[in-house]
């Protein structure tokens, strides 16, 4: 079953605002991946984080891996046209091998 | 390097057919990993393959089977097609099956079943 909780599921903004977005669990895990996905296409990874408080950026993106290892946010800062897209966390946990999504969240930016 | 390819891009059945699809992964990456997504739903696991053995497996019927070959490559199939089988079908790899490892996407093929 499901073992990550990613929320939102949908989030409706203005063009300039500021996004976050997170995924929970109850489990640790070793590895969180953040992922966009834009209509018909394959999701296209935006950053993976590997250690508990990591912090990392890619442009106006920036996310970080939690200090318990059982969560994960995704921040966007003043949001474009183009960040439309459902965005998607993956966590691996610790000592298993499959990758576990969550279930998206669906941002819309009105102009 | 070249990313993880899909081929076909779009394929159209009819109910009772079987499908084969194909993806090459990134050079290098040992692991492939089939996904099914269909409209508003999420990601659903269907399985992973690592040195030509299934490694993981998801909650799906075994009309969906797959396998890999030593050179890496996977194929995924699906046979008596369904209705419900009309989704974007997903392929996804990475170097290793340890924590640490980064997965790619393909770009899909969007599976219609008529």
């Known amino acids: 079953g499901q073992q990550l909780n990613q929320s939102p599921q949908s989030m409706f903004i203005q063009e300039g605002e500021d996004v976050s977005m997170n995924c929970t669990s109850s489990s640790i895990f070793n590895t969180w991946l953040w992922y966009k996905q834009d209509p018909g296409e394959g999701p296209v990874l935006l950053i993976a984080l590997y250690k508990a408080g990591e912090l990392t950026s890619n442009g106006r993106l920036t996310a970080q891996f939690g200090i318990t290892r059982k969560d994960s946010f995704l921040n966007i800062s003043a949001s474009i046209p183009s960040d439309v897209g459902i965005y998607f966390c993956?966590?691996?946990?610790?000592?298993?091998?499959?990758?576990?999504f969550g279930q998206g969240t669906r941002l819309t930016i009105n102009p | 390097k070249a990313g993880v390819t899909q081929t076909p891009r779009y394929l159209i059945k009819t109910r009772g057919q079987q499908v084969t699809l194909s993806c090459s992964p990134i050079s290098g990456h040992r692991s492939v990993s089939w996904y099914q997504q269909t409209p508003g739903q999420g990601l659903q696991f269907l399985f992973e393959y690592f040195s030509e053995t299934q490694r993981n497996k998801g909650n799906f019927p075994g009309r969906f089977s797959g396998r890999q070959f030593s050179n890496s490559r996977s194929e995924m199939n699906v046979s008596t097609l369904e209705l419900g089988d009309s989704a974007l079908y997903l392929c996804?790899?990475?170097?290793?099956?340890?924590?640490?490892?980064?997965?790619?996407f393909g770009p899909g093929t969007r599976l219609t079943v008529l």
């Open positions: 993956a966590g691996q946990l610790l000592g298993a091998q499959k990758l576990v």
């Open positions: 996804a790899s990475r170097a290793g099956l340890a924590g640490g490892s980064e997965q790619f």
